[in-house]
């Protein structure tokens, strides 16, 4: 299974068909895969050779796409990194993945310059930036590319074991880690996603969010799978999504939770302009009830949900389920299976909470030169997620909240996701965030931090008092409550608790 193989495939069978749109540009597949060997044909030459690893530090761009397509078909790895990601960072991916060279723009060249010295084992003719020139020291992509030839690089040898990209986890809880996934493993998210979302060579699929993030991969894989058109943004914008959408006749899109609700909160939103859709996926952190159920009535049949980790095991909630499953994260994708567990590594009944493990054929082989990390994540061929959920009797997955962001008061288990599911049902709440502080009497309390809807009034004590009135035990009623503009998040745009913990405690 050589994922490498799909631009080519695509280019003869489908050559004239639509494969990319970005800003003005729109490529054919005959068209795009000769970016692609111009590119591959250009690496080669520069000395990349087969498990050579390559960083990109790049905004969305169509030439993003084509390192990422590029790479697979010379059996290089890509490890992708956010443009938003700090210095030290960046400094400890590039040092931790062995990366050769780099791809970057000109934008970010006073970062590249703070660490081309702690990075010697890239050497000074790798350093590239997208565009017809560079500044001194640097070199320019088409410059590189332009005099590349665009036929088919040389067979590489690729296996179905042989990694593919290395992608670092945002890192919410502790210290990203590199996970590495193989040309079988993102084989499968062409054939199961695309299966799960049905797609076909007739759909149109959009990405909004950055594409250096897994979840991007959920759409990106299938759409060169199935030979479809893929409509790239060059960053999340709630009115050029929804024009975007309607102009394209998109069919497919995937968005983090605070995208869909800056989606349904913008003035220009009207389920009539986005009728094409055939899903509108969430993914990355949960979707709160309250926003999934007006979702479901403003585009109805539409809306999935996927929970998963990039280590490898996902559970879909399938549009078809939403009606009678929707506070679940759905079921596990085809060939996965699962099970929840107690500490002692028990299974739990039916409706008893526990940790979350699973397996399937998109598990990582581990994390990048850290065996007792991927030691202490893979059991016996089985994920341990760290995240607390039940199952009901038809075997659909509740998430409950991550093991390590539960609140102990009192000797009694909180989590602050069933608090958040309340408070966001307040009218003037728009996201809430909800964490655990040091309490004398109890050990810890739990204080809540709101983002309001646009025009609504900061009242502190109301909000927290009607969160408390709703609330089902004592013990999950709100000590205090902040009221913030917006939320810290990582580069993936997850929400940063830790650092509202540590506002709130002023450390």
């Given at each position: 299974m050589n994922i490498g193989t799909l631009p080519a495939r695509q280019a003869e069978f489908r050559g004239d068909h639509i494969a990319v749109v970005f800003k003005e540009k729109r490529l054919t597949f005959r068209q795009f895969n000769a970016r692609i060997n111009?590119?591959?044909?250009?690496?080669?030459?520069?000395?990349?050779?087969?498990?050579?690893?390559?960083?990109?530090?790049?905004?969305?761009?169509?030439?993003?796409?084509?390192?990422?397509?590029?790479?697979a078909k010379i059996g290089a790895v890509v490890v992708p990194s956010s443009t938003l990601l700090q210095l030290a960072g960046l400094r400890t991916l590039l040092k931790k993945s062995d990366c050769v060279m780099v791809f970057s723009v000109a934008t970010f060249t006073d970062t590249l310059n703070a660490i081309r010295d702690d990075v010697p084992a890239i050497a000074a003719d790798r350093w590239i930036l997208i565009g017809r020139t560079a500044p001194d020291g640097y070199r320019a992509y088409f410059d590189m590319v332009d005099r590349a030839a665009d036929t088919e690089p040389p067979d590489a040898g690729i296996g179905p074991e042989d990694p593919y990209n290395i992608i670092f986890t945002s890192g919410t809880t502790g210290e990203p880690k590199g996970i590495v996934h193989t040309h079988r493993v993102r084989g499968n998210y062409c054939t199961i996603f695309a299966s799960a979302w049905r797609m076909t060579p007739e759909s149109v699929v959009m990405h909004a969010g950055s594409i250096v993030f897994n979840g991007a991969f959920l759409t990106l894989m299938p759409w060169m799978f199935v030979g479809c058109t893929y409509v790239l943004l060059p960053s999340f914008d709630p009115t050029s999504a929804i024009e975007t959408i309607e102009r394209e006749r998109v069919t497919h899109t995937i968005m983090v939770p605070s995208q869909i609700v800056q989606l349904m909160d913008a003035p220009e939103f009207d389920s009539a302009r986005l009728q094409s859709l055939e899903m509108l996926q969430t993914l990355g952190a949960p979707l709160h009830l309250a926003h999934k159920q007006r979702l479901a009535r403003e585009l109805p049949g539409r809306f999935y949900e996927l929970y998963g980790l990039t280590e490898g095991f996902m559970t879909i909630l399938d549009k078809t389920d939403v009606e009678h499953k929707l506070a679940s994260v759905g079921a596990p994708a085809a060939f996965h299976e699962m099970k929840i567990l107690d500490e002692d590594g028990n299974q739990v009944p039916v409706g008893a909470p526990g940790e979350i493990v699973g397996r399937g054929p998109m598990l990582m082989p581990g994390y990048y030169k850290r065996d007792d990390l991927t030691a202490a994540a893979i059991r016996d061929g089985w994920l341990h997620t760290g995240d607390i959920g039940y199952v009901d009797e038809d075997g659909f997955l509740y998430l409950v909240d991550r093991k390590k962001e539960m609140i102990i008061s009192g000797g009694v288990n909180v989590y602050p996701r069933d608090i958040e599911e309340i408070a966001v049902g307040h009218p003037d709440v728009s996201e809430v965030a909800v964490f655990g502080v040091p309490n004398e009497k109890w050990g810890e309390t739990p204080v809540g931090a709101v983002v309001l809807r646009a025009g609504a009034a900061s009242d502190t004590a109301g909000i927290k008092a009607w969160i408390n009135e709703r609330v089902e035990a004592k013990f999950q009623r709100l000590s205090d409550l902040l009221i913030v503009d917006e939320f810290p998040r990582n580069v993936a745009g997850k929400v940063l608790k830790r650092e509202l913990r540590a506002r709130y405690l002023g450390a």
């Open positions: 111009r590119l591959a044909n250009a690496l080669i030459e520069s000395g990349i050779s087969k498990g050579d690893k390559i960083a990109t530090i790049l905004p969305n761009c169509i030439e993003l796409l084509e390192l990422y397509w590029a790479a």
